[in-house]
């Protein structure tokens, strides 16, 4: 894996732990307020997920190779080169000792 897809891979996990942590609080605050239950949450979740999934069934039916293969074609053309990475990739992140920072 090359410096990029880990840069990538490192900024989704980066997202998706902050997206994780306010949906809980916000959960948690409408809960505390009494403004829903956890159940009423819960089956608003479960519903989501369902619908959800039908729209991804519905649409991977719609999809043939050649939309796969223009897809990758895109991926592999936009993908940066190493001498391409700006401040802004590494812009919140340190590697320098403790204390340091």
Same mark, same amino acid.
């Given at each position: 894996? *090359? !410096?990029? #897809?880990? $840069?990538?891979? +490192?900024? @989704?996990? #980066?997202? /998706? @732990?902050?997206? !994780? &942590?306010?949906?809980? #609080? /916000?959960?948690?605050?409408?809960?505390? +307020?009494? $403004?829903?239950?956890? =159940?009423?949450? /819960?089956?608003?979740?479960?519903? *989501?997920?369902?619908?959800?999934?039908?729209?991804v069934a519905e649409n991977k039916e719609r999809i043939t190779?050649?939309?796969?293969?223009? /897809? *990758? =074609?895109? @991926?592999?053309?936009?993908?940066?080169?190493? #001498?391409? @990475?700006?401040?802004?990739?590494?812009?919140? &992140?340190?590697?320098?000792?403790?204390? =340091?920072?």
């Amino acid at each position: 894996m *090359n !410096s990029i #897809s880990k $840069i990538t891979i +490192k900024k @989704l996990k #980066s997202k /998706l @732990l902050t997206q !994780s &942590l306010v949906t809980q #609080s /916000l959960m948690d605050l409408l809960i505390e +307020k009494k $403004i829903f239950t956890r =159940e009423e949450i /819960l089956d608003k979740i479960d519903f *989501n997920m369902e619908l959800w999934e039908e729209v991804v069934a519905e649409n991977k039916e719609r999809i043939t190779d050649a939309d796969v293969d223009v /897809l *990758n =074609e895109i @991926l592999e053309t936009d993908v940066l080169e190493e #001498s391409e @990475l700006g401040e802004d990739v590494f812009s919140g &992140l340190y590697y320098g000792p403790m204390g =340091e920072c």
